[in-house]
């Protein structure tokens, strides 16, 4: 995991207390100017309190947003009232630390839900923080935003052509709970190119669209997913100003590319997996019915734990394809497996063709199963509708994980 | 698992040799007398050969069915145009080795998919529950259509009042697979009131909706789901012709209790299950809202994880209702716990009150989830919608079964 700068933002991470053991608990990223803003935030109705903050920061401040303040260890979600004052009293903290004026910090929680969030530890962590600030410390700040993550979750991209010398890049974290509708995940991108909110926002969707709300570990979806991107504009370009402007397919490209290296690293780190599962789905009735159906695999508990155990059970797979609502003529479908390591794919195997089984090698299908990566291609012989999403294997591990948790 | 008797009805298992090992893989039931009969199935795509064969049979004959042959060990689903025909042979051997004319048998299968079914085990089994057959036969047919179930499921109920001496009873086979949807699994219903076709239709869409279309294990539907039901008439009533025959109710009621008891008996036996949690929830907009949210907390890996660990995690179970799709106000939300033995419970624990965390006893909390049944009862506080789904938890075992199993 090589670390990452972005030309005029500086990070930093320390262990502020929040968290027992004194682990890092505790991340900043500032930019030396105010940036233009975007987020994506969750869709769940128990959204947490920093979520509503910033939301509401968001009408009002997009385009001079200049810190980002994330805390570790308690969500601060379902916590009423006094919740909602905590996270803007982590806002204030933090604009003073920095001496920023108000309604310049972004703010971000995750851990545990429904417990006070301590504002002590974050009056001391936060000049703490401030003062450690490097353009290089965004590999500590990754490491301060885990939870249950294994690794510290940083990616980045150049620009060339009209945009050289543009940088984005970014960090996130995940584990447990990821799901497509962007579930307990959080990420900071940055970049130094200038561009507008508005450009901005449609990159920032189109991004997340094609990367977080793809990935799935478990179906559930959290209290605080967030993914913020903040765009500082130290390289100086004319700003970008619309998605028309030749210059925003590449920005937003570069963006999509970082935020799928990020979700790809979310789900290899996704508590207890084992295999890094690809679904694609081709020859749908529509892009929406290859999305049913690639979903509908990548969430089912029966073919998870057949990745887990290096079962090829096309047979799960296919029955999820049958119940996943998508537009299926059972005698059309074809179904390949093919495995690898990381980057690299063996052959691919035809296990059924026109929705029975093929007479394929049961221990070449078997050595496929055995590989870390295992990929899923359906072919439902209906139209032009395609997708791929990502997913990991649940085993034993998972079960270990989410049965002890709490605090 | 007391045995059951239904006038006019026989039945048998044996061991065909489609299982290996010697396992009792085959069952018949069969009444007296040809049958009006009333089915609902699966709506996965993939619907096995057998569901294709008793569409169409019950668009002819729902007014004569007089036997069903059911095999485990194998699904005959995903088996094209082959599988259509052995469906069809299935039937028409049972026929033959009962002296029925053609039409009057329905077929069910359960088991690996993908595989062809073979016949000649088929066609020696089926003499040999046929000489077998008793009307104290059901608990050995309910042993013969058993996979990963660990006990045979049989449940029947008395009527009173204009129907006195009917009888209402059935088998059912479950665990993996389970979910509202009527996912893999099978029931044969059978009662000795004569009922004509449309109200036992009426009657058992209400009950199946009731009951098993309640019940979640893993959230994966299969591609032979079955629940057929079978009124000889040979209690002699005048037959009910329509719903508004004041006899009808009490007669739905009687299915459906019959039906919920098979689908509690699944839940138990779930795969890897060690709870029976009830998931209430009360005040939402609608019954429709109230069930997108009880189920989003039934199929949630996280919620059932939690179960299994014995932690009172209320976290989770408010971010699955705040994901479900129901409307929610966080500030309305009220939730508590409460445990107990099967068909006892301690007191209620409120654990939430208007969204955020009540001071309950945490030890208290952590004593409910310690007990071998948990309800979980959630109020939107918003309307009049309400409904009851039952769960189970997910633990090692649901991993072990699910990544070994296959052939």
């Known amino acids: 995991m090589s670390n990452i700068r972005i030309p005029g933002f500086r990070a930093a991470g320390v262990a502020a207390g929040i968290k027992a053991g004194g682990h890092p608990d505790l991340a900043l990223v500032v930019s030396d100017v105010p940036c233009t803003a975007a987020a994506v935030f969750t869709q769940n109705a128990f959204a947490a309190a920093p979520v509503l903050y910033d939301r509401a920061l968001m009408r009002q401040a997009a385009d001079r947003i200049q810190a980002v303040v994330i805390n570790a260890g308690n969500a601060n979600a379902c916590t009423g009232e006094p919740g909602l004052r905590a996270a803007a009293d982590m806002a204030a903290i933090t604009e003073e630390a920095l001496s920023l004026t108000s309604g310049r910090a972004f703010v971000m929680s995750t851990g545990v839900i429904g417990v006070p969030l301590p504002l002590d530890p974050i009056r001391q962590g936060v000049p703490q923080a401030a003062a450690r600030l490097r353009e290089e410390g965004w590999e500590e700040a990754a490491r301060a935003i885990m939870t249950t993550d294994t690794f ?57 669209d094609h990367s977080f709300n793809r990935i799935s570990v478990d179906g559930d979806t959290s209290t605080n997913d967030t993914v913020l991107v903040l765009a500082n504009g130290t390289l100086g370009n004319d700003p970008i100003r619309d998605v028309n402007d030749p210059r925003f397919p590449p920005f937003r490209e570069a963006l999509t590319r ?29 892009d929406m019915d290859a999305l049913r159906a690639a979903k509908a695999v990548a969430n089912s508990p029966l073919c998870k734990t057949a990745f887990f155990g290096g079962d090829p059970n096309w047979g799960r797979v296919l029955a999820a394809v049958g119940y996943s609502g998508a537009h299926v003529d059972p005698r059309r479908v074809n179904l390949w497996f093919a495995g690898g390591k990381e980057g690299q794919r063996g052959p691919a195997l035809q296990v059924v063709d026109g929705g029975t089984p093929t007479d394929y090698d049961e221990a070449e299908a078997v050595h496929i199963f055995a590989q870390p990566e295992i990929d899923v291609l359906i072919d439902l012989g209906l139209g032009e509708g395609s997708t791929e999403v990502w997913t990991c294997d649940l085993g034993y591990e998972y079960v270990r994980i989410n049965a002890e948790y709490r605090t």
């Open 152 to 208: 510290p979750k940083l990616a980045s991209a150049s620009l060339t052509g009209a945009l050289a010398s543009g940088v984005v890049g970014g960090m996130a974290k995940g584990a447990g709970m990821i799901h497509p509708n962007m579930a307990t995940m959080l990420a900071v991108l940055a970049t130094n190119v200038a561009i507008a909110p508005e450009p901005l926002d449609a990159a920032l969707r189109y991004a997340v």
């Open 258 to 286: 970082v935020s799928r290296e990020l979700a790809h690293m979310i789900v290899r780190d996704g508590e207890g997996a084992t295999k890094f599962v690809t679904v694609r789905v081709v020859g749908a009735a529509s």
